[in-house]
């Protein structure tokens, strides 16, 4: 877009053309010229004034961090979109810069139109998260295979998480309800089916083991004794831990 005949005439002007102005996504010399004319405009100068106003308060506001559900139920999305056979293979950062630019979008429409009709929005920062600072399955020096979940020890559970995420096999557990009561057994709260959840052996004894969502970045890997779990009964909880982003 150039020349004089090509600069959107007014007043007056669209509140989205004043606030793609303020944003500064006009073609340069398109906006050289529509700003001096927006600036001298009392009524336009004043949307650009709010959206000023707008844009302070957003950065003033502390940081608020994605409630815990929202969380799990993205983390157990990405995990099911990146499950193969399931729906094609796309890596869970690749999948998660998606939504990040989905919300960042969003978010910049609603600021416009907050300044256009006097709302003020309470956007939180965190929604601009970079997308290297998404969730990721905790990396391995080797990427295991199935044969890797038949002899683990306490300290290679971190390894298996990419293996355990592609399954939802219960095993010798066999229900989601039997998981639940084994889970209510160890004190262990979640909603939902896990995010994957296989039959392993750990240090020699034939279990199953279960990831649960632990806020963003993070996975709980729950290692139950199927011989021994269930409500009331602790002892069937072989281990349980965090492993993720800290």
Known sequence: MTGMERVP???????????????????????????????????AREILQALDATLMDLQSLPPIAMPDHVAARIDAALAAEARPGIAPVVSLNDARKRRNRRMGLGGGV??????AFGIVLAVSPGSQTPANDSAQPPQATSKPTSADLQSLTKAQLGSAVGEVLKAQNYGPLETPDRLAGCLQGGGITSSGNPLGISPVN???????????????GKYRLVVLDPATCGPDKPEGVLADTTVGQR
């Open 9 to 43: 005439m007014g007043p007056p002007w669209s509140v989205d053309l004043i606030a793609d102005l303020h944003a500064g996504v006009l073609p340069p010399e398109v906006a050289a010229q529509l700003r001096p004319r927006v600036e001298a405009d009392a009524e």
């Open 110 to 115: 609603l600021v416009a139109a907050a300044a």
């Open 202 to 216: 750990l240090e020699g004894k034939d279990a199953v083991m279960a990831i649960l969502p632990a806020g963003i």
